[in-house]
């Protein structure tokens, strides 16, 4: 049984018009982490199977929520790659079905350990409509957007409409000539930022952290690069004990990750 969500999410704001009701299953602190949206197309190539993986996995690796929308080919990937417990999936349809099916046991992983949000109610079956709103709510939950293959008249490229409209970052694989025409054309316009090495685009949200550092609420909220009076201020003693430990480091003011 799916429940709504009742906190107002501030960065759906951006969106043509807010959500009227917005279902869930799963954890809805994702929703608080630093997210990012990852897109493309349902047949992607091998090249870009690897490393919308590899990108997924190096954010995940950093507290990164990876938004995408449980659909075949880098949907689907993205998700694999940030793992069940740091991602979230967007569905076009009511939450007590599960598409496509052959990812039946990956959403029901992510409702267990993730988190999965509908704008439609229980019953509701995928539309043509029902895609572009869920493409949406994809960019909207994200910080910025990552697109790994796309062509021109895909349904990725109306993500990325979406994305300019709203004032997001847009990140893609660089491809050759001939392949993701849609990418391409977006690094031609200056649209969008060619990711050339995942470390460095991962970089942007700290360094990979070993398994057992503890990822709870002060982690994630380090994961912002607030101010270093803010996370005095939340936090209190825990910062000069994270700094002692080699956990954060104070730069420029800024609490950064080690």
């Known amino acids: 049984m799916s429940a709504k969500v009742t906190d107002h999410i501030a960065s759906l704001e951006a969106m043509k018009k ?13 929703l608080e982490r630093p997210k990012v949206s ?3 197309t349902r047949r992607p190539m091998n090249y870009t199977r690897e490393y919308t993986y590899r990108i997924a996995k190096t954010l995940a690796q950093r ?31 009511g939450l007590d079905i599960r598409y496509p099916v052959v990812h039946n046991a990956l ?3 992510i409702e267990e350990k993730g988190l999965v949000l509908s704008q439609f109610n229980e019953g509701f079956r995928t539309t043509g409509w029902s895609f572009v709103v869920r493409n949406e709510l994809v960019v909207a ?45 977006l690094l031609k316009e200056g649209k969008a930022t060619a990711i050339t ?7 942007r949200f700290g360094t990979a952290v070993e398994q057992k550092v503890q990822k709870d609420d002060f982690f994630y909220f380090c994961q912002t690069m607030p101010t270093f009076e803010q ?28």
């Open 107 to 109: 959403i029901a992983s």
């Open 141 to 185: 939950l994200g910080d910025m957007l990552v697109v790994t293959e796309a062509e021109l008249d895909s349904g990725s490229m109306r993500s990325v409409e979406f994305a300019l409209k709203m004032g997001r970052e847009i990140f893609v694989l660089p491809h050759r000539l001939g392949e993701s025409s849609g990418t391409n054309m």
């Open 63 to 93: 507290g990164v929520c990876v938004v995408s929308g449980a659909a075949m080919g880098v949907d689907g990937i993205a998700h694999e790659g940030a793992g069940a417990d740091n991602t979230i999936a967007v569905v076009a349809n």
């Open 38 to 40: 990852i897109v493309g």
């Open 231 to 258: 996370t005095v201020e939340k936090f209190g003693e825990r910062v000069y004990e994270a700094e002692l430990e080699g956990l954060i480091c104070v730069e420029n003011g800024r609490i950064r990750l080690q």
């Open 18 to 30: 807010y959500p009227s009701e917005l279902f869930y299953k799963g954890d809805l602190s994702l």
């Open 197 to 203: 090495d995942v470390e460095t685009f991962a970089s």
